[in-house]
């Protein structure tokens, strides 16, 4: 299931350092241009991914619901958007992405979830990411892992935040941060707002 390439655009929220500040003028045209995005409909409730259930077994901690400590949240558990929300999601993937050195798993090899990892595949990525975001106090009802199926077919993981003006995609396989809606894939399944331990069709 594993596709890696390069990453994600971002800049600073919990990551305030000097080099954040060099790309803040990027930053503020990625800003500007970022369109609104519509909610994800979610289905009924559908089976995990097996790499996420063995993820959840070995660390319960990871799949338990978090409340917000750090962001303003509406009512449906979605962050509030506003500079630095668009910020810290820009960040957090410019980090990520440059920090995990993409490596696909061998063919009929365990499909492993890992977080804060060297070096792994999409789902590593997608899950740092929230890891990073979780830490800073973000909710677990707006740090969505999704499947989804690319246009050749194979499978592929990503992280989705929710916000108050819609879901966008946070994905190693471009620098863009695109509405869901917007992303070339067919979506699979999404962990559930309400339970992190639980997944949902799209």
Request: hydrophobic content about 40%; aromatic content about 6%; some cysteine.
């Amino acid at each position: 299931m594993k596709r890696l390439s390069a990453c994600l655009a971002a800049l600073a929220y919990l990551c305030v350092t000097s080099s954040a500040h060099a790309l803040t003028p990027a930053l503020g045209k990625n800003l500007r241009n970022l369109p609104k995005a519509g909610p994800i409909a979610l289905g009924g409730v559908t089976q995990p991914p097996l790499g996420f259930v063995f993820y959840c077994a070995r660390d319960p901690r990871a799949c338990q619901p978090a409340s917000s400590r750090s962001v303003d949240v509406t009512k449906d558990g979605r962050v509030v958007m506003g500079p630095e929300v668009a910020s810290a999601i820009m960040a957090v993937n410019m980090k990520v992405n440059r920090e995990i050195r993409p490596v696909a798993e061998s063919p009929g090899a365990p499909d492993v979830w890992e977080a804060n990892v060297a070096a792994g595949d999409c789902e590593d990525f997608a899950l740092t990411k929230q890891r990073r975001l979780l830490k800073a106090g973000w909710p677990s009802s707006a740090l969505l892992m999704a499947k989804v199926r690319m246009r050749d077919g194979s499978y592929h993981a990503i992280l989705v935040t929710r916000t108050s003006t819609g879901d966008y995609v946070l994905d190693n396989m471009t620098d863009e941060i695109r509405p869901w809606n917007e992303a070339p894939y067919r979506f699979i399944g999404v962990q559930s707002p309400n339970d992190p331990a639980v997944w949902r069709k799209v």
